[in-house]
Every structure is written in structure tokens, then in C-alpha cells.
């Protein structure tokens, strides 16, 4: 750990790092529009946390704690740095279970949600029409309830609604 | 706690708090301008930690770990809550000892100089002009270099030796 002076028994450094998670992570499910999916939307979930420069070896603490991610500029704000898991697999075998051991307080409620979100795809939830809703829905209760997204529940629903009309519509026609 | 999941075996949490400090604490000294103050200004050392409403609970949890300070409303910020410790025989005696035991990674240098400076007031450093241009200038090496300052260290240093020359001359004038 070069020279700093982070915890140096595991145990107590998990818990320092959940107090730092709890205060500068996030627990993310981006909806982003994909023309090419079934329903025009895709749920990117991922978890990050955010440092200066300054703060890159706690960065590169997580990854070591969590063993998986990697510590990354953020993209357009030279001299910030983020831990990031975006990897869906080291979501459901590495960050969730070290999440549920090491529970977050002030972000509960926002851990809550992006588990049953993340789990909820890894069962192909939102293969469905009522699924992908369902989580969807879930998606616009974490953070602020989706005050800081880019297009409103009412927008998403809209599109996922009229693309399974439509291809209802199509696999209908050929009878 | 509440019915919040705060770990619960003590030294955790005392980690996990660590991690939160670390991230949304400040060791801070403030340079206020105290025209009845022998030098012109005075260097007042405080400990806070800032959240939401929603992180309430976990500000009274810094309240009960450190034996000391105060939960309050942020001033001209409604929605937003500070732990506050400005009571100097507590910085000493509580949380001084609590970061000498759980120390900070991300605020390593911030705390050394606090640290420095509040056990510098403690022996009186600050009545001499020679002892408080050390500890004002050890306070401008915090937090940024001073950035935020409102006044400069040369427009604090020239007031100090002022008011020092004058009062010398004071002095010196019924002999």
C-alpha cells in the first residue's frame, strides 16, 4: 500500500472501505437506449467509486479487497479517478456478496434495489415485457429517485410498451 | 442505531466510521479576523463530518463513538446535517486519540497538520508572534494550500506583525 497508512488487518480495512463506499460509491443501473435490444432500452448496472488523484491507492485498495474491477481516469475530468466494476459476473460473485457481508448504511436502500435489479437479469428477467418493467421501475427508485436521469420512467415504458406491441405485431402477422 | 445495519461489534464500526471521516470529514482550522485578539486574527481548530438528512443516524453514531460534539442543522443549509466538534479540550482529549488509534489514509497530511497545530494551541505556541506564524502557517498547508481562504498568508502575516510592532511599541512607550 505505498507507504500510507490504511488499516493493515483485512477485517478492519473492509470495514474502512465500506465507510468509503457508503460515502463515495455508487451503486448504478444506467438505462441507456439500444435500438438493437427487444425492448429499446438496456439496464447497465455497475458499481464505482470516485477519488482525486490523491485518492488512487484506496482505489486500488478496492480492487484488491473485492479482487476484481480496475482503477480508471474518468472519462473527461482529468485528475479524478474511479474504481469501476461493470463486468456482470464480478457484479453477482464479488461485489454483491462483499456488499452483503459488509452492509452499507447510508446506502442501503440503493444496495437493496441494484441487488434485486442485478439478480433480477441474471434470471433473464428482462426478456419480458412485464419483467423488464418491473425492473426498470426498480431502477428509477435508487439514487435521488431517477431525478438525474436522462429520460423519465414514462419515456422508458412508453418505448419498451410500443417495441413489444410491435413485435408482437410482427409475429403475429405471418398467421 | 435505529434500525439501521451499522456494524454492530464496536471496533467495526469504529473502522467503518473511519472510512466516512475519511471521505466526508475535515480537520479544519479557520483563520478569523479578532480585532481583540493580541495578533488581529485567531486560528480555530474544528472536527465535522457533513450528510444529508438521511445520514443523521449515522452522524450520531460519530457522536456516541467519540464521546463528544454535537448533531446540527448546517447554517443557511436546510437538508444538510453536521457532526461538530469545536470544543478544543475535546479535539485534545477525544478525537485527537481516536485518529491517532484509526488512522486517516485519505486525510493523512490534512490530520498530521491539524493535529500539529491544535496540540500547538494547547502549549500556548500561539501567544508568541513567532509561535503563531508557525501554526499560521502550518494551517495554510491544509485542505488545498489555503485555496479557499479568505484572507492570504501574506495578508494574514502582515496584520500579525503589525499588530506585534504596535503592541511592542505600546509597550515600550511609558519606559
Do not use: W
Not at 75 to 84: A, D, N
Not at 110 to 137: P, Y
Amino acid at each position: 500500500m505505498n507507504g500510507t497508512s490504511a488499516p493493515s488487518k483485512l477485517k478492519y480495512l473492509k470495514y474502512y472501505l465500506l465507510g468509503v463506499a457508503d460515502s463515495e460509491g455508487c451503486f448504478c443501473i444506467s438505462l441507456k437506449k439500444e435500438p438493437t435490444t427487444r425492448f429499446g432500452f438496456a439496464l447497465d448496472p455497475m458499481f464505482h467509486v470516485t477519488q482525486n488523484d490523491a485518492g488512487t491507492d484506496v482505489l486500488e485498495l478496492f480492487k484488491q479487497a473485492l479482487t476484481c474491477g480496475r482503477v480508471m481516469e474518468k472519462s473527461g475530468q482529468p485528475g479524478t479517478k474511479l474504481f469501476m466494476v461493470d463486468n456482470r459476473r464480478q457484479l453477482v460473485e464479488k461485489v454483491i456478496p462483499f456488499f452483503d457481508k459488509y452492509e452499507p448504511v447510508l446506502k442501503a436502500k440503493d444496495f437493496a434495489l441494484f441487488r434485486k435489479i442485478v439478480l433480477g437479469l441474471e434470471e433473464g428477467k428482462h426478456s419480458t415485457l412485464k419483467g423488464f418493467e418491473e425492473l426498470a421501475r426498480l431502477s428509477f427508485e435508487m439514487n435521488g429517485n431517477g431525478k438525474q436521469r436522462r429520460y423519465s420512467l414514462d419515456q422508458v415504458l412508453e418505448t419498451i410498451r410500443a417495441r413489444a406491441g410491435s413485435s408482437e405485431t410482427i409475429r403475429r402477422t405471418p398467421k
